[in-house]
């Protein structure tokens, strides 16, 4: 058997895209699980996209039940309080806010010009039904929280 650096290295290649092919199979696996399907990835690029030419960004929220009470919490991170309108229906919760454009800008820096975001608005449903009437809200520091009772 004698020593022939061609085919080594036509096995090296070979061995290299084997492992690349592996690479790109697994990555694909986790992007899909990541992002679900193709329509999620395409779903979540229209939202991307939309919030960039509205200029309206969807705060993030948690949403859990505690006991008799349906909990949520919203962060608004540069809105402006006194903008803050809040409406809680039986089976969902609306949220608006004005940024204040100055703490927003000096929190993205020069990024910010090229995101001009002007509010927060946000739509969520709610695990459970709630009466409206007995929801209360707390704001601190950016984060709201709101508070309705269950409805029986």
């Known amino acids: 058997m004698s020593w022939d650096p061609f085919k080594i290295i036509e096995d090296m290649l070979r061995n290299m895209r084997k492992r690349m092919q592996e690479t790109e199979r697994l990555m ?13 990835y395409e779903r979540f690029y229209e939202k991307a996209m939309e919030t960039l030419k509205s200029g309206k960004e969807e705060p993030l929220a948690s949403i859990y039940e505690e006991g008799e009470y349906v909990i949520i919490a919203v962060s608004v991170p540069g809105a402006k309080r006194e903008t803050l309108d809040i409406k809680v229906f039986e089976d969902k919760v609306e949220i ?20 001009t975001l002007r509010e927060y608005r946000g739509l969520y449903p ?15 520091g950016d984060l709201v929280l709101i508070r309705a009772k269950k409805k029986y």
Request: net charge positive; proline share 4%.
């Open 28 to 40: 694909d696996e986790m992007l899909q699980n990541f992002l679900g399907s193709e329509r999620t």
């Open 96 to 115: 608006i806010a004005s940024l204040d454009t100055r703490k927003v800008s000096r929190a993205w820096g020069y990024s910010y010009r090229h995101l």
């Open 126 to 140: 709610l695990p459970s039904r709630v009466d409206p009437s007995t929801a209360r809200y707390e704001v601190k």
